[in-house]
């Protein structure tokens, strides 16, 4: 009954590699997002989604791209993997204007060697 | 853009010791929101505060909001091994805008 649920928890790839990570909610949020967190532990938004919709698309490779196929998943999708992506990835959900702040996933930790 | 500036970004204490972050925005904010992150773990929601001079408690942790609607702090009493983690203000301009983060504070509790 886990309320975000992200998949893989690990995910170490080679350097060119194409990999995706999924998110799921059953919170019944109509708002998804992923964050990255680098190893100074700083939350950086990389994108939003309001039912369906891309909201917040911030200066992020577009080697990234995100996918919702419906307000209760937000898929990120990631090409030509480099060093540089190596990250905590989180994905979270609210529900917009309510109160009770953000749901975060656990994360996916990846590896680009 | 909007910037959220938190300080300090490490604070180590004894247990039993105080322990106090402070927040602050570039911008006038609708609300700010709290979150702990302990160690390998994930973010997790504490508490959102909206109101002008708001003060909360839960507990040993005290936020609060200010009059300006631009800072804020979380002060905890007694520090408790368990309070290790990392603690992140985030702040909206509007209700329901994007959420910005601060940089974290990582609080280390030595028993």
């Known amino acids: 009954d886990t309320a975000v649920s992200q998949t893989p928890k690990y995910l170490v790839t080679q350097m060119g590699n194409d990999k995706s990570i999924k998110c799921e909610q059953n919170l019944g949020h109509d708002t998804m997002y992923w964050y990255k967190q680098d190893s100074k532990k700083f939350l950086k938004i990389m994108f939003s989604y309001n039912n369906k919709e891309l909201i917040i698309n911030e200066t992020v490779p577009n080697r990234f791209s995100p996918k919702s196929p419906d307000k209760a998943h937000l898929n990120l999708h990631i090409n030509s993997l480099e060093l540089g992506d190596s990250a905590v990835y989180f994905c979270?959900?609210?529900?917009?204007?309510?109160?009770?702040?953000?749901?975060f996933g656990s994360g996916t930790r990846l590896t680009v060697v | 853009g909007q910037q959220v500036m938190q300080i300090p970004q490490y604070q180590h204490v004894q247990e039993g010791e105080d322990f106090t972050t402070y927040c602050n925005s570039s911008?006038?904010?609708?609300?700010i929101q709290w979150y702990k992150q302990r160690p390998g773990g994930h973010p997790v929601f504490l508490i959102q505060l909206v109101k002008s001079g708001e003060v909360k408690k839960q507990k040993r942790l005290t936020f609060q909001f200010g009059e300006a609607k631009k800072n804020s702090s979380l002060h905890i009493t007694a520090t408790q091994t368990t309070d290790v983690g990392t603690y992140f203000c985030?702040?909206?301009?509007?209700?329901?805008?994007?959420?910005?983060f601060g940089e974290g504070t990582q609080l280390t509790v030595n028993p």
């Open positions: 979270a959900s609210s529900q917009r204007g309510a109160a009770g702040g953000y749901t």
């Open positions: 911008t006038t904010l609708s609300n």
């Open positions: 985030a702040g909206q301009e509007t209700s329901g805008s994007r959420l910005t």
